[in-house]
Structure formats: C-alpha cells, structure tokens
C-alpha cells in the first residue's frame, strides 16, 4: 500500500515558503503550503494553484476560507484555474481554495483555538496558535501578492447580498469593487485586523467579495463572482476575453452596521436582502414561545438590507439586519 504523504508529494510539490519567482512560467502550478503540525505533529497543508503566465504582468491573488463555513469561494477559485488561458495569461494568478484548513476539517467557522483569525491577522511570529497561523499565512503567501481578492460568505444563521468591502476612497481599490458587478459596495477601510487589512498594510491592494452563504454551494453568486474576477483580470490586461458590464449599477454605501434584539425570542425578519427600506417600518417582528407579538423592529432609518439574520431562534444581543446607508 503506497503512503498517502508520497502521493500528496508526487501530486504537488511540498513548499514551505511561496517564491513566485521559482515557479514556472507559461503553465499551472500545484503546491501544498506546510504551514504548521497538528496536535500528532502531522503537517497541515494549505493547497495553492499557481498559474504564471509567459509574459510579465501583475500578481492576483484570490483567497477563500478563512473562515471554515465560507465554502462558495473554494468552486470559484477552482473554476478560474479551469479557464485561464495560460498561453496568453499576463504576469500570474495564485488561489488558495482553503485558507483555514483546520476550521474546515471540523466544519466550524472559528479557529481551533475559538478564535476568528480575520480579526487577527496579520497575527504574531511567536504568538498562539491562531496568531501562529494567521502569521505564516501572511508571510508565506501573502506577501507575494500586487491585489488581494478575498472572499467570504455570510456566517452561520444568515444571509447575504452579493456585496464587496473597499476603501472606496483608494483609486485602486474602488475600481477592483467596481469591476465585481455586485449588489451593493460598503465603503470600509481596511484597518481592521482582518486579510485585507493585512495585505493593505503590505501594500497590496486588497477588497473582501462577500459571495452569499455559509455551507453550500451557489451557483448564481459563483458565476457572479467567477464574472468579477474575469474583469478585473481584463481591466488589469492579464486576459484579453472582455469586460461584462453590471445588469444595474450597485448601491454603493457610505457605512453600515447590525440591527441587534435587545431580548430574545422567535425572530422574523421581513425584508429581503438587497432590498431598501425606510425608517419607521417594520423590519423584523418577535414572539415568545406561545406565539405572541412581544415586539417590533423599526428602521432606525433609510438604507438598504446586505444581509439578514434567518434562525428563529433570536437571543437578547442577536444579529437582526445588516443595514447599509447609502
């Protein structure tokens, strides 16, 4: 019986460190990243997809998983690979379907330890666990990046439009948003402990793509997704296949912010998301567990609704609605 490291070895070459200027030119690329060892000591891998093209051009890295329920991003990656022209590819592409291998494995969205690492990153060399990982990962992969595209889903009991994070008062990054065709677009800037945050302190210009919902897999939001990517890859002159214009433009919002229950109860938020409502309107109603009316949920104001919370079961504190002001 062969031993299963040989085959992972013999699939892809086993890298510590990504050094884009070791890879070949003009073809994809395989690796396994061995970022940390478990608790047997065995080697967590984290799998990258290079593809360099023949000619010198801008490095485009697209990431996913960071958190372990955001599973719509690992069929995009996977399928930009698939359809790359790597002939005519200008400078290089880099996916890493799986970001946070742990979390995955345990379908959990936090990391081992019970924490988020995209409020930690850019983590710590001589940290805990999660600082540990979250550090390797910047510095093993990130770093050699130009852009950052990094997508999520919403989180466990939610869900979300297809909408973009941005500095959107950074040139290039209101363009790479604008390029996404996405609902909405949340001006965000990037000092926030999250991946993009990280890369845009390397100087890497980076936007968070928010692609649906947790544990699944959606066709619509990954070919809208899929869409985003190919025109940034054409307004950057890496492909030559042409720029798919938006349906409708996105609303774009100047902040947003969660809509929390102050007790707990049988939630129902009404609106759906993508959709605008006005203050004073009912956004969500509360009953207890005989089924009365305890409590209605007004807009505090005009906006539009990025995403909303779909269990029930509501605790004092819960996420009601995502509200963007536009």
């Known amino acids: 019986m062969e031993d299963p490291l040989l085959l992972l070895n013999n699939n892809a070459a086993v ?26 000591g065995m080697p967590v891998y984290v799998p990258v997809i290079v ?7 801008p490095t485009l890295g697209l990431t996913a998983v960071v958190h372990g329920n955001e599973l719509n991003g690992i069929p995009v990656i996977q399928r930009i690979f ?3 022209d790597i002939a005519n590819l200008k400078g290089t592409i880099v996916g890493v379907p799986v970001v946070n291998i742990p979390s995955l494995l345990r379908s959990k ?44 889903t919403a989180s466990f009991g939610r869900v979300n439009s297809y909408y973009i994070r941005a500095d959107m008062e950074n040139r290039a990054t209101q363009q790479m948003a604008l390029l996404q065709n996405a609902q909405i677009i949340v001006h965000n800037p990037p000092s926030d402990g999250t991946l993009r945050g990280a890369a845009d302190d390397l100087g890497i210009h980076a936007i968070t793509l928010e692609v649906g919902d947790p544990n699944t897999f959606q066709k619509g939001v990954i070919r809208s997704s ?28 100047k902040t947003s912010y969660w809509i929390y229950a102050d007790q707990g109860g049988i939630l129902n938020v009404h609106p759906e998301v993508a959709t605008f409502v006005k203050k004073g309107i ?9 089924g009365d009316l305890i409590k209605e949920y007004l807009a505090p104001e005009d906006g539009i609704v990025i995403g909303k919370s779909v269990n029930p079961i509501n605790q004092t504190g ?9």
């Open 109 to 152: 969205r936090r990391f081992i330890d019970d924490v988020d690492l995209n409020h930690i990153m850019p983590g710590k060399e001589n940290g805990n666990v999660s600082q540990v990982y979250a550090y390797r990962i910047v510095n093993a992969l990130i770093k050699e990046f130009d852009y950052l595209i990094d997508l999520h």
């Open 318 to 326: 819960g996420r009601i609605l995502h509200l963007g002001i536009i």
């Open 226 to 253: 899929m869409t985003g990517i190919h025109n940034l890859l054409n307004y950057m002159g890496m492909i030559q296949t042409g720029i798919e214009a938006p349906l409708q433009e996105p609303v774009i919002c």
């Open 282 to 290: 009912v956004i969500a109603t509360l009953r207890n567990i005989f």
């Open 82 to 84: 698939k359809q790359v």
């Open 51 to 57: 593809a360099k093209g023949a000619k010198y051009g």
């Open 15 to 40: 890298i510590k460190q990504l050094n884009l200027q070791d890879a070949p030119s003009g073809k994809v690329t395989r690796y396994w990243l061995y970022l940390v060892t478990d608790g047997m």
